[in-house]
């Protein structure tokens, strides 16, 4: 990879995995995710686009991003499923702590 954050490139890995399992992606999700700033889950997007070109698709009606049809994910499935299940472990976590 690019000289990516470990934050950023678990965030790039995330998105491509939401992509692969929910199917679409956008801006709430990310956001809900990471607990990061809308422009911060903009920027996250923007910099996915520039790391695999032609990979998604935007939607405008719908204001959410698809996988390209013919496209492969970006990342092995293994390193899929384990980000997105250590991002979903985390948020576990952290919401058992503030009830």
């Known amino acids: 990879m690019t000289d990516l954050t470990h934050a ?6 995330w998105i491509d995995a ?5 199917g679409r992606l956008n801006r709430s999700d990310i956001i809900a995710a990471f607990k990061v700033s809308a422009q911060q889950a903009a ?4 910099m996915y686009n520039r790391l695999h ?3 998604l698709r935007y939607d ?3 204001k959410t991003y698809h996988a390209n049809r013919g496209t492969l994910p970006a990342y092995p ?11 979903e472990a985390v948020a576990q976590v952290l919401e058992v702590r503030h009830d």
């Open 8 to 13: 950023q490139q678990t965030r790039m890995i």
């Open 18 to 22: 939401r992509i692969v399992g929910a």
């Open 43 to 46: 920027a996250d997007i923007g």
């Open 53 to 55: 070109p032609g990979r």
């Open 60 to 62: 405008r009606r719908a």
């Open 77 to 87: 499935a293994d390193l899929r499923l384990t980000v997105a299940h250590s991002v």
